[in-house]
């Protein structure tokens, strides 16, 4: 499994990614998720990947090629973010035919980047090769085991949150998943774009015994303890009679 997470705010878009893949028990191992294409002043793309590796791998491979090989039609060469999106969903419908299709072959991508002239834009592929984008109402995009790192992004992100707090809601949201299923686990990577700035951002990666992750959940674990135990009683309070 894994976890991955993609927040567009006003100011530009934070990208955040476990490194963790599970094909049992005994066969736990680390791959890469996140993957950057741009030509500075031009474009830029950053994709978040999720699902069967040799499809994920299958999927970015073949997009390097297109680029490498000067196609026609390629990651680069894009005019709208939309088109870009497509593109991205049916070579990964391709790729999940070569093995055969079904279930066990599918893969779902985060996707977000900006083209010269246009807006900053995110938007999250399903396996079917359709997609959804990030709107005011929804800032946040998730894929993989999604539901435990959601309560943190549903309280704090909106359009006006700063990226800096943006990039902290992620690891807080990535330390909670972690915490709760141990198929998902470092290293973290995060990844910052700066709104119009069509250059690459800061990359940060964190490796499982690194300080600052460590920092993270345990400031964590002690202000929810902290708050947990300020709640108020119930003792006191009217109760509710249930006729039997």
């Not at 985060?110 to 109402?137: C, F, K, R």
């Not at 940060?204 to 135990?229: C, G, P, V």
């Amino acid at each position: 499994m894994t976890y991955c997470v993609g927040i567009k705010v006003n100011s530009g878009i934070i990208f955040c990614s476990d490194s963790r893949t599970n094909a049992g028990i005994d066969q736990v191992n680390t791959y890469k998720k996140m993957y950057t294409f741009g030509v500075p002043g031009q474009c830029q793309y950053c994709i978040l990947a999720s699902g069967n590796l040799a499809t994920t791998q299958g999927v970015i491979n073949q997009i390097k090629k297109d680029i490498n090989a000067s196609e026609a039609l390629n990651l680069l060469v894009m005019t709208n973010f939309h088109d870009a999106v497509d593109y991205i969903g049916r070579i990964s419908l391709h790729q999940q035919a070569k093995t055969g299709g079904g279930p066990a072959f599918q893969a779902n991508f985060i996707v977000g980047g900006q083209i010269s002239g246009q807006d900053h834009e995110l938007a999250m592929i399903y396996p079917e090769g359709n997609y959804i984008t990030a709107t005011e109402l929804t800032p946040f995009l998730q894929i993989g085991e999604s539901k435990y790192g959601k309560p943190i992004l549903d309280r704090i992100i909106n359009m006006d949150t700063n990226l800096n707090t943006c990039a902290l809601c992620a690891l807080v949201s990535m330390d909670s998943t972690v915490k709760s299923n141990l198929s998902v686990g470092p290293p973290i990577d995060i990844r910052f774009y700066h709104a119009n700035s069509l250059t690459t951002g800061e990359h940060y990666h964190f490796d499982e015994n690194d300080d600052y992750l460590r920092q993270i959940n345990t400031a964590w674990n002690e202000k929810l303890i902290e708050a947990f135990m300020q709640l108020p009683s119930l003792e006191g309070h009217a109760k509710i009679q249930v006729s039997e």
